[in-house]
């Protein structure tokens, strides 16, 4: 057995309720929490290049979408010193303005199947320096880690991989888990994809698998459009059936009701299964394009890719800590709202994306057009955060 294997099938044990739950107390943001604002993003500089042009709407929605919290992300494209320093200076800037920073860790080998956003570290032991690296430069400040979107829900498994990438994908994951977890104050959360994609059962073998129980919790819709009540019950379900996976003897990940069971049916199920007061992983949400909800084709495409730039979506709810619902953290924008999913053909050819006309940028490039929509078809309408830099 190799070492990776040999982590995976040890790391994959469920931790002792009483050390993954003081964890999580410590450890959830807090309601109330501010979130750290980036004073110098891509929305602030588009909000100049409007006024500059002379687009005062455009200039303004801009301005009010940069008043609001987005992740930093951390992609490995530099060396190991330098994502620690870069980690430092977002910590030192946070601190500042009184904030807690949302950071993505976005490094695992072979991310997103090698498509829009392919790359990441080139083996386990490189991913393992890095992640050491980021971590480093958490020190002991308040920090939310999502980590790795798309690192489970579409992990090697999914996409033509063989049993050892699986393997290895899990024993990195829990890796890092460990790792992280190692800053006093780091909130770590696992991928758990989202509530119209991988089935609850499913997705809560791979989160047991992964770590959750030693970590936080787990994200859902990083950069999907999935409604907020959608999630919330996905989510809901996904962290007790992880508690059921953990606890039942002989319990297969068939075995749990589903976001596709009728409501009363599956909750039925999980009061059946799940005693009331057990003890569960949080997650949080990424609500940063959800305010329009999925999206619906009106033309008929080989493959519509609705995750893709979907036209016509918003800005979801805002980012906060103050859910007022049971193991939500936090509505956070992960996604930073703006910037391309990819060039979407739909399964036409081309090379041009059918629903705009014209090829659309690359993964991750600022595209003026869709913030712009996402500000216009914000949900609820786009105000001012007049907590910008009231951060605890």
Known sequence: MSAVVATAALCCLPATASAADSGRAARTPAPGTGFYVDLDSKAVHQAAADLRAGDLADALAMAKTASYPVAQWFTG??????????????????????QVPVAVAYNVPGRDCSQYSAGGAS?????????????????DHRTV?????????????????????????????????DRLERQP?????????????QNTGTMARLLVDGGVNRAQGFFLNVSN??????????GTQVAKCTWYLSHTAGASAD?????????????????????????????????????????????????????????????????????????????LWVKVPGESDGGCTRGTTGGTDPEYGAADPAAGVWWPDQAHALAAHASPALTF????????
């Open 255 to 331: 075995d749990c009701a589903n976001q596709y069971w009728p409501q009363a049916d599956a909750d039925a199920w999980y009061a059946a299964h799940v005693p009331a007061d057990a003890e569960l992983p949080h997650f949080v949400i990424d609500s940063s394009r959800n305010g329009q909800g999925p999206w619906t084709p009106t033309a008929s495409y080989p493959d519509p890719q609705t995750w893709c730039n979907p036209p016509g979506r918003g800005l979801g709810t805002r980012p906060t800590a103050d859910t007022r619902t049971p193991l939500l953290d936090a509505f």
């Open 77 to 98: 494209s530099t060396t190991t010193e330098a994502t620690t320093a870069a980690m430092t200076t977002l910590q030192d800037r946070a601190a500042r303005q009184h």
């Open 185 to 197: 104050r780091a909130a770590v959360y696992l991928d758990a994809g989202h509530s119209a994609w």
């Open 385 to 392: 955060n007049t907590g910008l830099l009231g951060g605890h």
């Open 123 to 139: 083996n386990s032991a490189d991913y393992s320096a890095w992640v050491d690296a980021f971590a480093k430069g958490i020190g």
């Open 225 to 234: 459009y999935q409604k907020d009540a959608d999630l919330v019950r996905y």
């Open 145 to 177: 880690v999502v980590l790795e979107p798309d690192g489970l829900a579409l992990s090697p498994a999914f996409c033509g991989g063989t049993a050892q990438q699986q393997a290895d994908r899990l024993a990195e994951v829990n890796a890092a888990v």
